[in-house]
């Protein structure tokens, strides 16, 4: 059986469903790997421009399965404390494996987002909140700690160190409203208009250049590492260079916006 389902709901868009809802899509490792497969060959599909990622059933990913959390593959001969290492090898990959993508990902956060799956929405490039969802690191209530799968580095970059802070230390519950307040999602819909508010954004950024979505993208992930404003807006200024002067998109839009139509870029 897969947990993972992979749907091509528009022209352009994949849909990537974790598809376990009587465990509420935890973070079970044949969960987790089969979505890691997944996002890799959709990242390779030409034909897909914009990724939504979503849960199946209330939930939208309820971290950690405390029940069963499947078998890490090739552990043969390993102790405990290796095997820990590579469990945690497995789940951080899925989360690089979604700043790698070309393609921007979506995340529709239909429900529950806990402690994993709180990180697994915050990989994502933007992220809509059905009016059920509320988000929690989870760690730190369980005799752990709220820092895990990159939280940690994340989430002060989305919402501010302060509020960060509070939130892990807390592990409370942020709910849908207060989650759109602080930015820490874009738009909040009602939980059956969700998918069409996050394909309605997908068909916004495919009207875009492809380098141009893509080279954004890169750009703002490699701002989160910048060492300095200076440093950041010299890899800014070549990635305009680039799109610039090997296409004619610019001259596409100029003309676009002259004859009152949609630019047709041709990269």
Same mark, same amino acid.
């Given at each position: 059986?897969?947990?993972?389902?992979?749907?091509?709901?528009?022209?352009?868009?994949?849909?990537?469903?974790?598809?376990?809802?009587?465990?509420?899509?935890?973070?079970?490792?044949?969960?987790?790997?089969?979505?890691?497969?997944?996002?890799?060959?959709?990242?390779?599909?030409?034909?897909?421009?914009?990724?939504?990622?979503?849960? %199946?059933?209330?939930?939208?990913?309820?971290?950690?399965?405390?029940?069963?959390?499947?078998r890490v593959?090739?552990?043969?001969?390993?102790?405990?404390?290796?095997?820990?290492?590579?469990?945690?090898?497995?789940?951080?990959?899925?989360?690089?494996?979604?700043?790698?993508?070309?393609?921007?990902v979506v995340?529709?956060?239909?429900?529950?987002?806990?402690?994993?799956?709180?990180?697994?929405?915050?990989?994502?490039?933007? =992220?809509?909140?059905?009016?059920?969802?509320?988000?929690?690191?989870?760690?730190?209530?369980?005799?752990?700690?709220?820092?895990?799968?990159?939280?940690?580095?994340?989430?002060?970059?989305?919402?501010?160190?302060? =509020?960060? %802070?509070?939130?892990?230390?807390?592990?409370?519950?942020?709910?849908?409203?207060?989650?759109?307040?602080?930015?820490?999602?874009?738009?909040?819909?009602?939980?059956?208009?969700?998918?069409?508010?996050?394909?309605?954004?997908?068909? =916004?950024?495919?009207?875009?250049?492809?380098?141009?979505?893509?080279?954004?993208? =890169?750009?703002?992930?490699?701002?989160?590492?910048?060492?300095?404003?200076?440093?950041?807006?010299?890899?800014?200024?070549?990635?305009?260079?680039?799109?610039?002067?090997?296409?004619?998109?610019?001259?596409?839009?100029?003309?676009?916006?002259?004859?009152?139509?949609?630019?047709?870029?041709?990269?």
């Amino acid at each position: 059986m897969t947990f993972v389902r992979v749907e091509q709901p528009r022209t352009g868009v994949a849909l990537v469903t974790l598809d376990r809802p009587e465990r509420m899509n935890a973070m079970a490792f044949d969960v987790m790997i089969p979505l890691r497969e997944a996002l890799e060959s959709v990242s390779r599909d030409n034909d897909v421009r914009v990724v939504v990622l979503t849960g %199946a059933g209330p939930a939208f990913c309820s971290g950690a399965d405390l029940e069963d959390s499947g078998r890490v593959p090739g552990i043969e001969g390993l102790t405990l404390p290796t095997i820990a290492l590579r469990s945690m090898e497995l789940l951080d990959d899925v989360i690089l494996t979604i700043r790698r993508m070309h393609q921007p990902v979506v995340a529709a956060v239909n429900g529950p987002a806990i402690g994993g799956g709180f990180c697994l929405a915050l990989a994502c490039d933007i =992220r809509l909140a059905a009016e059920p969802a509320y988000f929690r690191a989870a760690g730190i209530s369980n005799g752990l700690t709220a820092s895990e799968l990159g939280i940690s580095y994340l989430l002060p970059r989305a919402i501010g160190s302060a =509020r960060a %802070a509070e939130i892990m230390l807390t592990g409370r519950d942020v709910r849908a409203e207060e989650a759109e307040r602080i930015g820490l999602v874009s738009a909040l819909t009602p939980v059956e208009a969700l998918l069409e508010s996050c394909y309605d954004v997908a068909t =916004r950024i495919i009207g875009f250049s492809r380098p141009g979505v893509e080279l954004t993208k =890169r750009m703002l992930s490699a701002s989160l590492d910048a060492a300095s404003l200076s440093a950041h807006m010299d890899h800014e200024g070549l990635a305009q260079l680039f799109v610039r002067l090997t296409t004619r998109n610019f001259e596409e839009a100029v003309a676009a916006r002259k004859d009152k139509r949609s630019p047709d870029f041709k990269d």
